[in-house]
């Protein structure tokens, strides 16, 4: 089966500092992948580096078929692949009906709309004309996730949607994550907790200091292993 996403030899530097790589790794359609790895392994740069915002990036990204490495963020988006950002990136003193406009206005027409969105997310349904900056930690990352989704991804990269938050507030926004794959998307989850992202993954790959020291399939694999490679013991 070709891969949807299959990246080839990626390095990401800052200025002289190299923060990751080569690293090459594929994701397929209606596969959930979980990328793991410690602060600063590089994860973060990985994410920004497949929709074109990482520093200086070398190597190749080919999203369907299509060499994408050149392509600027917008034209990425509109090929069909959507970040949830670290940190979520809203705009505090938008509401969350503007703040979910912006994906749809920068990605694809497709099953997900308005309300749909809503239809996952009751909680923004009832507070769709409320400023972001009012909302819980868990209500601003439901409106990160669904202004991704809105954009009507073909896959969806979702770097530490659970940081900071809640364990029940997060096992809310888990229970998605399988409804998104079942619709054929593509899922990348980025996530320093190791038993959640093992959890819900059809494959993974662990980062060590910018390089893939370990992949596999969780439930072929040994969750010693799995420690001590993301600690580089
Ligand atoms: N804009 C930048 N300029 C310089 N160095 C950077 C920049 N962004 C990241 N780095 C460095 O690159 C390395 C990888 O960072 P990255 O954010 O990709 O890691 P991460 O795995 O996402 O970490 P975290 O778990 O803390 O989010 C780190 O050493 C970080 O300090
Ligand atoms: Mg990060």
Redesign the pocket.
């Known amino acids: 089966m070709d891969a949807l996403l299959d990246i080839t030899d990626l390095s990401v530097s ?2 002289p ?1 190299h ?2 790589g080569p690293v090459s790794l594929t994701v397929g359609a209606g596969e959930i992948v979980s990328i793991i ?10 994410m920004k580096a497949i929709v074109g915002q990482a ?1 200086r990036s070398e190597g190749k990204i080919v999203f369907e078929g299509e060499d994408i490495t050149a392509r600027t963020t917008a034209q990425i988006a509109r090929a069909g692949i959507a970040l949830v950002p ?1 940190g979520r990136r809203l705009f505090p003193s938008l509401t969350v009906e503007e703040n979910l406009r912006i994906g749809w206005e920068v990605g694809r027409q497709g099953a997900f709309g308005f309300d749909e969105i809503y239809a996952l997310f009751p909680a923004l349904a009832e507070r769709r004309t409320l400023h972001v900056r009012h909302l819980s930690g868990g209500q601003q990352q439901m409106v990160a996730l669904g202004r991704g989704l809105l954009a009507n991804p073909k896959l969806l990269l979702c770097d ?1 949607i659970s940081l900071g938050l809640a364990p029940v507030v997060i096992a809310d926004l888990y229970r998605i994550i399988p409804e998104i794959r079942d619709r054929g998307i593509g899922i990348v989850i ?1 996530e ?1 907790d190791i038993t959640r992202s093992l959890a819900v993954a059809d494959r993974f790959y662990c ?1 060590l200091e ?1 390089r893939v020291n370990l992949s596999g399939r969780p439930t072929n694999t040994n969750r010693d292993e799995v420690a001590r490679h993301y600690f580089g013991m």
């Open positions: 800052y200025g500092f923060a990751l790895g410690a602060n600063g392994a590089g994860k973060s740069s990985l520093g670290e530490e980025v320093q980062l910018g």
